[in-house]
C-alpha cells in the first residue's frame, strides 16, 4: 500500500520536507552498500586467492562507499534545504497480496550524517586494520567482515523503510557476533557473543513487534508513510510502536535494561570495538528514535520512557566506568553512559533530536579515537587490558598519548574541543521544560558531566602518567604508521568536529528531518548552566589527578568499597538477568522438555550407548510409551473439547 | 452432485483426465517401480528406480504446469478438486519430493543407499540380516514406496469429500511407516519409531474416521461442499457437528505434528532414516496443511465461531511447546523434529486468519520452509563420527566451522532461515503469516501474532546455539573421535543441498515470483 509521495507531502507535518525521486548522483545511492557488500562478497567466496590483495581491496571499497557518500553530500549541500531528501526504490520486495513492501533508499541530512560518519571512521578502521590484524593468518576473513558490517550499517541509515532498516539491523547483529567471536574458539568468547545475541534477540522481538503494528495501524512500513499516516492513529497504538521501537533501541544501543552485553563484546578485536561498539552500531538505536520522531513526537509516554532510560544508562555507564580496571571495559562502559546522553536527548523530542546526532557524531570521532589508542597501547603492552600494569606511557608512545589525551579533553567537555559543543547542548536541552523534569534530568546530565571526566581522567592517568607500573619483559613502543595515521586524523576531529559542525549550523541542517522547534529557554540561564558544568568537570578531574597520578597506584585492585564492588560487577546486571531471565528460562524449557522427554519418550535418549544397551531399555520402554503418547492425545482432545463446551 | 447415500440410478463418474494427469503418472511410475523390484536384476535396480522415480516426479510437474492448470475443475463426481491452491500444492511438491528423494539416493560411494538397511524385515543382529549384507540385498523399494506416498500427497490437497481425504491420508502415510523403519543404523530406534508412528497414526485416523461419520449424519453427505452448505441450513443437530469439526482436524491436526497431537515428531524424526525425516518434515507438512485448509475453508468455515477457540489453543500450544522444547534438545534431528513442530505453529497462525491472505502466506511458508527442511536434513546426514553413524548430538558439532566451513556456512544459513533473520525465506514466510493474521484475524490474531514472535524469537536461541557450537567450540580432547566430520556428498545430495539453501535465499531476496503465485493461487473452488 503506498501512496503518492504529492499526497504524502500534503499530509506531511508542518516543516517536513517533501521527498524527491533521487536523480544525479543520488540516484547511484546503492553504490554506498553494493560497493562494501561486493567486497565480503569478494573475499569471502575467494577464499585463499584473495589472501594477497583481500585487506587491501577491502579497504579500497570502504574508502570507494565514502568517495559516493562525499559526492552525495557535495550535490545535496546544492540544492535548497526542503529539496534535499530524496528516496529511490531499487526493486519490488514484497510486490503481493495484502502487503507490498518496496526495497527502497532514502537519503536526507540525517541519513548523510550517519553515512559519512560510518564510511568514514570505517574507512580509516579499515586501515587502522591492516597494521593491527598484520600478524592474524586469518585477516582476510577479518576484513571480509569488517566490509559486510559498513554493507549493512549504511543499509540500516539509508533503508526508505523500517522493513528495510531491520534488514539493515539484522545484518550488523549478525556482522558483529561474527566480529565479537572472530579470534575465539573458547567458551569465555562464545558466551560473550551469546549475551549479546540475547539481548540483541530481546530488542528484534521489539523491532518485529513494532513492524507488524505498523502494518496492522498504518498499512504501510515506509518512513515516508508512517509519519504521515502517525496523526490520524489512535494513541495507544502509537505508543506501542513507539515503546516497542525504543525496546529495540535499547537492545541494539545496550540501554538500561539491555545494556549488560557491551561489556562482554570487548572480547573482539579493539578495531571492532571501535567501530561497531563506539562510532556505528550501538549508536543505531539512537537513530532509530530520531528517525521515528513523528511516531515518539505523539506518544509523550514513550517520550518520558526514552529520556528515562537515557537518564538511568548515562548515570550507570559513568559509574561503573569509574570502578573498572580494563581499559577496554571502561571504554565501554562510557559508551554506554554517553549513548544514555544521546538517548536522553532524544527523549526529549524536537529541542533535543538535532542535539543527540550532534553528540553522535562527535562522539564517533572521539570515542573511535580513543579505542584505536587502546588497541595501541595494548599492542605495546602484550595485548593486556589492565590499566594497573600501565603507568607513564606518555614517553614512549608520543603519538599514541597525544591522539588520546585530545579524545579525553573532547568527551570531558574540555572548552572549545568537540565534545564541549556537543554534551553542553544535551545538558542545556535537558533544563528545558516545565516541573520536575528540568530539574532531574538537567542535574542528573551536570553531575555525570563530572563523574565522566572523573573516570576519563582516571583512564588516561592510569594508562599515561603516574609510575611505571608495568610488568617484566615490557618494551612499549609506538605503533606502525598505518594505525597512528587513522588515530592522528580522529584526534584533529575530536578536537575540531565540533566546532565545526556547531557553526557550520549543524542542527538547523536537520531540521527538515527532524522538525523544528520554538526558542525555549532553560529554567536556569546559560551561563549558569556552562559555568556549573565546567566546574564539576574540574573537580572529577582533580580528585581523579590526586588519586591517579599523584598517589601510588596499587597493581592489584584494593577490595574497595560496597559501590565499587557494585560497579565492578555492572551493579550485578549478569546475576540479575540470570536469576530473572536465564534460570526460570531454563527450568521451563527443561521442565517441557522433562515432560515431553521423561513422561513422553525418555527412551530414545540412552540409545546411544549401544544397541544392546538400547534393545534392553527398548524392550521394556516399548510397552508404556506409545500409551503414555495416546494418553497425551486424548489427554488434550479431553481438554480441549471441553473448553469448547465451556466457551460455548 | 452425487450424495454417497444409495440412490435408485448410478450415475458414472466422468474423469477430467488433464486434471488428475498428475496423479495419473505418479500412479504409473510407483506401479512400475513395483514391477522394476519383481524383474530386474538386483545390480540394475537402483538406475532404474531412480530414473523412473525422477521421470514421474519431472513428468507429473509437466503435467501440473500444463494441462492440468488450465483445467481447473471438479471432477472425478466431485472427489477431486483441480483448483488454484491444489495446483500450487502438487507442483511445489513434485520439486520437493524429488529434492527429497534424491537425498535419500545418497550412496557414499557405495553400491547401497547409505541410509537404508539391505533387508527390513530382518530382526536387527540376526542371522538373517547378515545374510541379506553377504548376498548385496538393496533395498530399492523405497522408491515405489515413495511414489505412493507421494500420490498420496497429491491427492490430500486435491480432496473434494472426506472419503477420499481419508484414502489419501492412508496413501500417504502407510508407506512412510515402512520407510520410518527401514534405518540403516540403529535399527531399533528406526523399527520402534516406525511402530509408534503406526500405532498413533492409526488412532489418529479412529478419531478422524469417526468424525467424519459424525459430519455425514450432519450434513448427510461427506462432500465438502454439502457440508458448507448444510452449516447454513441444518438445524438441531449441532451436537453432530462441533464434534465431528473437531475429530476431522484431529487427524489433520496430527499429520502436521501440532501440539497435543505432535509426540510422535520427535521420536520419528530421529529414528527414521535422515533423508526420509526431511522427507516428511518438508511434503508432509505442505499437503496436510494445504487439506486442513481446504476442509477449513471450503467446508466447514461456516461454523467456524464454535470451533476456533479449539484451534487457537492448539496454535498457542505448538508454537509455545514447539519452540520451548526446541532449546532443551541436544540432539539436532529430535531439535528439528520439534523446530518443525513450532513452525507448524506459526503457520496455523496465518490459517486461522480465515482469509485468502491466510492461504497465501500458509501456502508460501509450508513451501518455503520444505526447501529449508530438506536442505538440513540432507546436510545433517552427511556429518558422521569415526564409525561412519551421523553424528547427530549437537555437541559433536563443535568446532565444525574450521574442519568444514562450507557446510559449517550452509548449515548457518537455514539456521538463520528457520530464526527468521531477513534475506532469508523464513523472514518473508514470517512476516508473511503473521502479518495475515494481524490484518484479518481479528483480536485474536494479533495476539496470534504477538505470541508467534516471541516464540520465533525463542527458537532463534536453538539455532543459534548450533551457530555457536560449529564456530565457537572446539570438540574436547577425549570427545575428539566422536567429533562430526563431514563425508563428501554424491551430486544426489548436491543436487538437494544446492537447491534447498538457493530457494531458501532467493525466497528471501527476491519472494516476488512465489508470493504473487501463492497469492493468485490462493482461492479454493467450493
New interface residues.
Partial sequence: MTLPTTALAALGTEGAATVHQADGIAGLGWLLIALPALGAALLLLGGRRTNSFGPALATGLSWASFGVGAAIFVEMLAKPADERAVTRTL?????????HVDAGIRLDQLSIAFVLLITFVGSLIHVYSLGYMAHDPDKRRFFAYLNLFIAAMLTLVVADSY?ML??GW??VG?ASYLLI?FW????P??SA??KA??AN??G??GM??AI??M??CFGTVTFTGVDAAAHNAPTGWVTFIALMLLLAACGKSAQFPLQSWLGDAMAGPTPVSALIHAATMVTAGVYLVVRSSSLFNLAPTAQLAVTIVGAITLTMGAIIGCAKDDIKKALAASTMSQIGYMMLAAGLGPVGYAFAIFHLLTHGFFKAGMFLGAGSVMHAMGDRVDMRTFGALSGKMKTTWITFLCGWLAIIGFPLLSGFWSKDKIIEAAFIGEGWRPWVFGLTTMLVAGLTAFYMSRLFFLTFHGRRRWLEGDHPHEAPSTMTIPMIVLAVGSVALGAVLNFAGFPGWLEPVVGGHGEEHPVLPVLVITLLTQLLMVIGVAVAWMKYWRDEVPQVAPRGSAVTRLAANDFYQDAFNDGLFVQPGNA???G??AG?DTV??G??RG??VG?MD??QS?RKL?NG??R???L??L???VV??G??WV?? | MTSLVPSADFVPATINVAAVAPLLIVTVAALLGVLVEAFVPRDKRYVVQLTIAVLGLLGALAAVLTGARTNQTTTVAGAIVIDGPALLVQGSLCVLALIGLLAMSERLGSDHMDAFTRDGASAPGSHAEGLAQRLGATTTEIYPLTMFSVLGMLIFPAAGDLLTLFVALEVLSLPLYVLTGLARRRRLLSQEASLKYFLLGAFSSAFYLFGAALLYGYAGSVRLHDIATAIGTVNGLDGLLLPGVFFVLIGLLFKIGAVPFHAWTPDVYQGAPTAVSGFMAACTKLAAMAALLRVLYVGVAGDRWSFQVALWIVAVLTMVVGSVVTIAQSDIKRMLAYSSIAHAGFILVAVLSFDRAGVASALFYAIAYGFSVIAAFTIVALLRDADGSEATAISQWAGLGRRAPVVAALFTLLMLAFAGIPLTSGFTSKFGVFNAAIAHGGTMGIWLAVIGVLCSAITAWAYFRVILVMYFAEPAPQDAAGAARVVLPSAASTIAIATGVAMTVILGVVPARLLELATQNSQFLP
Fill in positions: 526493486y519490488s520486495w514484497v510486490p503481493a497480496g495484502s502487503f522493513l531491520y534488514v539484522e545484518g549478525l567471536g575465539n574458539w573458547n567458551p568468547y562464545a557473543a551469546n545475541f540475547f534477540r530481546v528484534d522481538v518485529s513487534l507488524m503494528a502494518f496492522a521451563l524449557a527443561n517441557l522438555a515431553d513422553v519418550d527412551g530414545a540409545l546411544g544397541l538400547a534393545a527398548l516399548q510409551y506409545v503414555s503418547y495416546a497425551t492425545m489427554a488434550g482432545i480441549i473439547l473448553t469448547m466457551m460455548q
